[in-house]
């Protein structure tokens, strides 16, 4: 009854909620997870969820109608997860690495594991190896081409705690709690080295890395953009502070996925230095995991089980050539009033509109100042009669 109970709450919130409690994102479906979700890795038709009390698979063939096919206990608390083939890979907090078959999803079990020497929460596989974030035992790398008898193959003493770890190439990239970001060179698995690293503001739990940037949630400090092009100079490049403490984050298209305690915050990082908040979405509980899959955000809600979220952004294309009248162009970034360009002895008649992201008109637009104090924070698009163009705004708080 507490699957219905939750979805209904939420999907009623969804219908009613006021323009607070979500911005271009809305709710698509729920799950218990039977205790309280960490984290959850998705692939095919399935959610992979790790849950305080075990490994968790969730058919979403139909996300408005999710549902748990097959369960496997784990001996401690299950922190994370990824899925290779028919293996999921699970950082099992104080037993190390558990590797479970879900080559039937309706019948998991384990077939092999490694034991850590701290608490293993964080987990990424690449090739032969697993890669383990071993909070105060550093990175453990653990050979795992037989999964039934997996061993250390190598392992770094990284500084105070290890949260998160994503492998890309020859490097693993560690969210290190108050340190921040640290590099990992791990082209030898049984030599690994610090190549660099990059302090954050706050404290690194999870990480997303792609094209030459590391995202890192930094708790209390929200998202951060680090430039590690050159992993032996790592640099911060952009931040977008989030309502609550960024846990985990997940990319997509050119968004920043960002699991808050708060709930799912997306990031529009289209340009690493500017980045700015797209959406979001209040849910239940706390949101302490995120994994994109399609149009979906699946998001790991601690004991409000798995949400799981669509952000619908992208309603509306720029021109690609937009024309400014007169000699103030609009500004991309908006506090409280809009100024559309003037002319010379202009009426302030309508001249414009400005849409929201789906390219529904939301205000008719005049020369001169316009107030959108009354408009939730966004991406907008003005539609210029004279111009003929349209041209995309940010409305902030």
Sequence with gaps: MRTKAV??????AVASAAQGDSLNCRLVGCCDTLFSAQDVAVADSFAYVADLAGLCIVNVANPQSPYVTGWRNTPDCAWDVTKTDSLAYVAGCGTGLRIISVANPQSPYEVGYCETPGDALGVAKTDSFAYVADYDGGLSIINVADPHHPYEAGHYNAPLYAYGVVVVDSFAYIANYGWGLRIINVANPQNPYEAGYCSTSGRAY??????????????????????VANPQSPHEVG????????????????????ADDVGLCVVDVSNPQSPFEAGYYDTPDMALGVAVAG????????????????????GVEEGQHPTVLGSQPCPTIIHGVLRLPETRGEKREARGELLDISGRKVLDLHAGPNDVNALAPG???????????VRKVVIQR
Excluded: K, M
């Design 7 to 12: 979805c209904l709450v939420s999907l009623l």
């Design 206 to 227: 999870g990480l997303a890395v792609a094209n030459g940037f590391a995202y890192v949630a930094d708790w209390n400090r929200g998202l951060r953009i680090i430039n």
């Design 239 to 258: 931040y977008c502070v989030t309502p609550g403490w960024a846990y985990d984050v997940a990319l997509a298209d050119g968004f920043a996925y960002v």
């Design 295 to 314: 149009d979906l955000a699946y998001v790991a809600d601690s004991y409000a089980g798995l949400q799981i979220i669509e952000f619908y952004g992208g």
């Design 379 to 389: 991406v907008y698009f003005v539609r210029e009669a004279q111009a003929q163009a």
